[in-house]
């Protein structure tokens, strides 16, 4: 079992900037990619950004270029760094754990930190 616990959230005028954290106890050696889901109201839950063991990462379409994921192994944390936050990156974001190269099915979910981007 791995647990994550998510930190960082709050409110920000539009093109300030946030970094939320990721912290993973537990069953840490299992975990091979970490990232980032974000679901805002009536919508569907997408990946914002996810980065592998191997340090391999993958971005939506629409935070390329103004979203950094990044990992901290001998801390087991993740860290997403945003800026030029815009009204729609407005979200709960979450954070996933998995043993696999990608989140899915199976893996592991913090509470959630809630992100608001006034305009």
């Known amino acids: 079992q791995v647990q994550l616990v998510e930190s960082g959230g709050g409110l920000v005028q539009a093109g300030g900037s946030l970094r939320l954290s990721c912290a993973a106890s537990?069953?840490?050696?299992?975990?091979?990619?970490m990232g980032w889901y974000r679901q805002a109201p009536g919508k569907q839950r997408e990946l914002v950004a996810l980065?592998?063991?191997?340090?391999?990462?993958n971005y939506a379409d629409s935070v390329k270029g103004r979203f950094t994921i990044s990992r901290d192994n001998a801390k087991n944390t993740v860290y997403l760094q945003m800026d030029s936050l815009k009204p729609d990156d407005t979200a709960a974001y979450y954070c996933?754990?998995?043993?696999?190269?990608?989140?899915?099915?199976?893996?592991?979910w913090g509470q959630g930190t809630q992100v608001t981007v006034s305009s």
């Open positions: 980065i592998t063991s191997g340090g391999s990462t």
């Open positions: 996933g754990a998995s043993r696999f190269s990608r989140l899915g099915p199976g893996s592991s």
């Open positions: 537990g069953s840490i050696f299992s975990i091979n990619a």
